[in-house]
């Protein structure tokens, strides 16, 4: 049964009435549908993660069973492992609270993101084996921004959103094999979209590469340092949005006061407002709060005024009116 056969269904039992389904000629138990699963029997309809060489697909149900998904304090969720091209269900667990993600390996072992009841900012990282036995748990006091999985299976990252405690805001790499953390470290730059593990001859974790939106794939070692800090400042000042820009541009005068990086992050932050930070109020001053500091780098103090008083028409609390006082009083003197 497919999507569109489920909804169907829901429509036929609410009004009190099953409609029958049309038998195709082929029938299999499990059907893909984008990303959700469905199954006949036992009935399931969940979202799917599908290993990369497509064989295995892990279905997560965040529901009670009585069509109540969501935020609720009771009623366990479902995950079901399927081998799809032989259309077999491996096994089903129903131990997981709020199952709301997942991520399978091409050797069919599993991890699942459970949220949990109530509202407290939490989450739990569990490994599943394709034996449907616990390998791995992790709690963290912080909800779970995303996950991902080696395509061994061996490797998994977890990023946390922000908390008031150390789990807050923390990217994590961790060995299912060996029960164990081997790097926690602050993320740099955005929360990634994605992330490639990359091992040697052994099996052992040589790096990590995260997907930064829009920017590219960037690299940690294997203990976590950030190894391309240079590449991902390029890419945020040439390649992001005017946020991205912006906030690039501000580092980029902190770390080197030069009159090349005051000509690059003029350009930049021309670029941000010419992108719609020039229609945000905090934005928009900050992008001239930057014009100002590199036209003033560049001994250009007349620029450098109009774009502070530019910034302070847009934002009072800028933080530049001193600085325009100055300038204005020292161009006044030269006249």
């Keep these: 049964m497919g999507l569109i056969g489920k909804l169907r269904g829901i429509l036929g039992r609410q009004s009190g009435r099953e409609e029958a ?14 990303k959700w699963l469905t199954v006949d029997h036992p009935y399931f309809f969940g979202h799917a993660n599908i290993s990369p060489d497509k064989r295995w697909v892990v279905g997560c149900e965040d529901s009670d069973g009585d069509r109540c998904g969501g935020h609720r304090m009771k009623g366990n969720g479902r995950v079901i492992l399927v081998d799809y091209p032989s259309d077999r269900i ?13 991520a399978v390996s091409d050797s069919g072992s599993y991890i699942v993101h459970d949220c949990g009841f109530g509202s407290a900012l939490r989450g739990d990282v569990i490994a599943i084996n394709t034996s449907g036995d616990e390998i791995y748990r992790r709690h963290y006091r912080a909800n779970i ?52 593990f990359d091992t040697n001859a052994d099996g052992e974790l040589s790096q990590l590469r995260v997907n930064l939106r829009d920017l590219g794939y960037f690299r940690y070692s294997a203990t976590g340092e950030f190894l391309d800090a240079e590449s991902l400042q390029v890419a945020q000042l040439d390649k992001g949005d005017y946020t991205t820009k912006i906030m690039a541009a501000q580092e980029l005068l902190k770390t080197g006061a030069t009159e090349e990086s005051a000509r690059k992050a003029l350009s930049v932050a021309d670029a941000a407002l010419t992108q719609g930070a020039c229609e945000r109020y905090d934005w928009g001053a900050l992008a001239h709060r930057i014009r100002g500091e590199s036209f003033e780098l560049l001994g250009q103090l007349s620029d ?3 774009a502070y008083e530019q910034a302070l028409t847009m934002n009072p609390k800028v933080g530049v009116l001193r600085r325009a006082t100055t300038l204005r009083k020292k161009i006044s003197a030269k006249k």
């Design 90 to 102: 491996v096994h089903e667990l129903k131990y997981f609270a709020r199952p709301v993600d997942a």
């Design 145 to 196: 921004f995303n996950i991902a999985l080696s395509q061994c299976g061996r490797y998994a990252a977890v990023q946390t959103a922000n908390a008031d405690n150390k789990d807050s805001n923390i990217l994590e790499v961790l060995d299912l094999h060996n029960g164990q953390q081997i790097f926690t470290v602050r993320p740099v730059g955005a929360w990634a979209d994605g992330y490639l």
């Design 21 to 34: 389904e049309p038998s195709p000629t082929h029938e299999r138990n499990t059907e893909l549908e984008g």
């Design 304 to 306: 450098a005024l109009e």
